[in-house]
Nanobody
Framework: QVQLVESGGGLVQAGGSLRLSCAAS????????MGWFRQAPGKEREFVAR????????FYADSVKGRFTISRDNRKNTVSLQMNSLKPEDTAVYYC?????????????????WGQGTQVTVSS
């Protein structure tokens, strides 16, 4: 099992930037593909970004492509999400998640372990 703890959320104006971090503990971090999802009030949880076990492959939702960057440091057991040019529609609780089997990047069901989430609020 792996435990995940997100940090870095907050309130930012539109056009601003935030960097989310997710610290992992437990099993070997490099065994997991890692993803970020978000959930806005009244909406379903949606895929944001994913990074492969080695960091060599990344995937993004169309809505964040070119603005967000996912990265990982397997020595420090962390995965990060750099969010630039933030928009009010990016407001949500952001979750990091771990997939031990390298399944579909975009489906929340592929991820077995989840953090508690961190709130991101973008004001207009």
């Amino acid at each position: 099992q792996v435990q995940l703890v997100e940090s870095g959320g907050g309130l930012v104006q539109a056009g601003g930037s935030l960097r989310l971090s997710c610290a992992a503990s437990g099993r070997t971090f490099s065994n997991y593909a890692m993803g970020w999802f978000r959930q806005a009030p009244g909406k379903e949880r949606e895929f944001v970004a994913r990074i492969s076990r080695t960091g060599g492959r990344t995937f993004y939702a169309d809505s964040v492509k070119g603005r967000f960057t996912i990265s990982r440091d397997n020595r420090k057991n962390t995965v990060s999400l750099q969010m630039n040019s933030l928009k009010p529609e990016d407001t949500a609780v952001y979750y990091c998640a771990a997939d031990p089997l390298s399944r579909s990047a975009y489906s929340a069901g592929s991820y077995d372990y989840w953090g508690q989430g961190t709130q991101v609020t973008v004001s207009s």
